[in-house]
């Protein structure tokens, strides 16, 4: 699968630099490189009344809860998923261990302009004048080559967490994708490239770790802008330290605070396609904090990257026609990587006979990107 996704990231390579690199650690005041114009409603009330979901797994009445958090919201938090806390805390604390190495070391397993693993800044930099104050890790499959790089004498530690989470992560984002497909009425026979017929082993994913370090002015910096992910769904461990904002109508950015324990789950793109549009996916950046130093995990989960994504048959009616043109995870990652937020509407069929944009494209106008 990486030898294909790879593909879709070469004509839009991200560099990273050694001479553009900012060391966060030894930085006193925000460089001009990093200084967005302005950052709103940064941090809103934790208190507010408009709050994402908590669904607890074990709830008999859970797919109905999730089926209403991803029409109404896109995005919902999970207790009781069964993922073991303590593995939580491990992974923390290997992402911790890796991001506090000194900045030429992590240079040493940069990320290729148009790789897959390693080290850099986010992929969506690119379309952003101003960078973003953070720096993540990715991996795909197994991460001993970077491990060994990093930590010649002690990097299974890293391999043996990183893998058991992604274990975990396979199970539990499985699982979430039926309750969510299953709230729709859809059922393993209807989409043909996971059903048992085709020996489903779960989906294709990524692991992707965030960094974003303290910052001398938080507000005028962006951690992750506004972006929807391009994934099936998002399964994310933010640990405790608040910087989750979704985006609602209305023009708000909503705070998700930190639970412990809790993982947030995203509606990507893939699936609101596979909705026909009945899931929207979510809207959502990362702001930084002054002392606080976050991380956060996410597992970036699609279908095989070569199987055609579209409107399933079962949502499709006079009333509900196909609203996107089928596209492969391959191809859709190529489309984003040109248009960014507006790669849904490249794809889109028609707008809605009113004339209106749908939901997202409206939300994507609102916050300018
Ligand atoms: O750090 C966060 O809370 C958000 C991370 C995220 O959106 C991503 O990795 O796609
Ligand atoms: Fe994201």
Redesign the pocket.
Known sequence: MSLNLSEAFKPHPVYLHDDDHINFDSVQEVPDSHAWPQVVDYLSDLSDVDSVPIIDLMDPNAATLVGNACETWGVFQVINHGIPIHLLEDLESVGRRLFQLPAQQKLKVARGPDGMSGYGRARISCFFPKLLWSEGFTIFGSPIEQARQLWPQEYTTFCDVTEEYQKEMKRLSTRLMWIMLGSLGITEDDLSWAGPKNKYEGPCAAL?L?SYPPCPDPKIVMG?AAHT?STLL?V?Y?TNTS??QVFRDGGRWVTVPPKRGALVINVGDLLQILSNGRFPSVL?R?VVHQSRHRL?F?YLCGPPSNIQISPLPKLIDQKHPPLYHPVTWNEYLGIKYKHLNQALSVIRLFKPQDGSVDMNDMKRMKVGC
Request: glycine share 8%; net charge negative.
């Open positions: 992707q965030n992750l992910d998002t994310l933010q910087g989750l959502h990362a956060s996410a």
